[in-house]
């Protein structure tokens, strides 16, 4: 099983500055998913990523999957405080199918 | 995407004691997933609920202390027995797509007093 390494670990910012958080492993990831949590609530999928150098937006979300597959991350446009969350990046276990390797997670604050 | 919904939403206990924690799925899942989360940590997996057998546990965690039962496709129950508070955690249900993709409930808050 590969560590899937996140960073930073948290992060605060003002409404309207752009954050990007990370997510790196040693090993080429099969594919990679983003997910957020909000206080109080479950994980979210966010977004898949499949192939290496693959962008994905989601509004003032951008998706990078690093061409050898080996990172990815995540750029916030102008946060929002609705913004605020933990953010999980997952790999599939390709021994275990449907189980989910987690990183440690991106604790995000946006404040107003 | 699938719709899930656990309850209690939360609970206090006293030590000793077993809570049950239920989860619905509102249309059928592959897999189903227990997991615990320390909060603002990332997620713990506790085991694997399966249809109709015994449910597959990650390395710590074992049947007696934590007993999952998954009678059909879209129902299971996590029961954390002889709490302590130790136990005191977030735990979630998730279910999963034929794509690897996992919807989570929104968790049960417990605390063990």
């Known amino acids: 099983t590969q560590l899937l390494e996140q960073s930073p670990q948290f992060l605060s910012i003002q409404e309207g500055e752009n954050l990007t958080v990370y997510c790196n492993s040693s090993?080429?990831?099969?594919?990679l998913q983003w997910y957020r949590q909000e206080p109080g609530e479950g994980p979210v999928l966010l977004v898949t990523v499949v192939t290496g150098g693959e962008v994905k937006k989601l509004k003032r979300l951008t998706f990078q999957f690093g061409d050898a597959r080996k990172d990815s991350s995540l750029h916030i446009t102008a946060a929002q405080p609705g913004d605020t969350g933990l953010y999980l990046c997952?790999?599939?276990?390709?021994?275990?199918?449907?189980?989910?390797?987690f990183g440690a997670g991106t604790q995000v604050v946006v404040t107003p | 995407s699938a719709v899930i919904s656990q309850k209690p939403s939360r609970d206090i206990c006293q030590r000793g004691t077993s809570l049950t924690i239920q989860c619905q799925v509102d249309?059928?899942?592959?897999?189903m997933f227990w997991y615990r989360q320390q909060p603002g940590q990332s997620l713990t997996l506790i085991a694997t609920a399966n249809q109709g057998s015994e449910a597959t546990y990650e390395s710590g965690f074992v049947i007696d202390k934590f007993p999952i039962s998954r009678p059909n496709l879209t129902f299971s129950t996590l029961t954390v027995s002889n709490m302590s508070p130790e136990d005191s955690s977030i735990y979630l249900c998730?279910?999963?797509?034929?794509?690897?993709?996992?919807?989570f409930g929104p968790g049960t808050r417990l605390t063990v007093l």
């Open positions: 249309s059928q899942v592959t897999m």
């Open positions: 997952a790999e599939p276990l390709t021994d275990s199918w449907g189980k989910l390797q």
């Open positions: 090993s080429v990831f099969s594919s």
């Open positions: 998730a279910g999963g797509s034929s794509y690897n993709e996992q919807f």
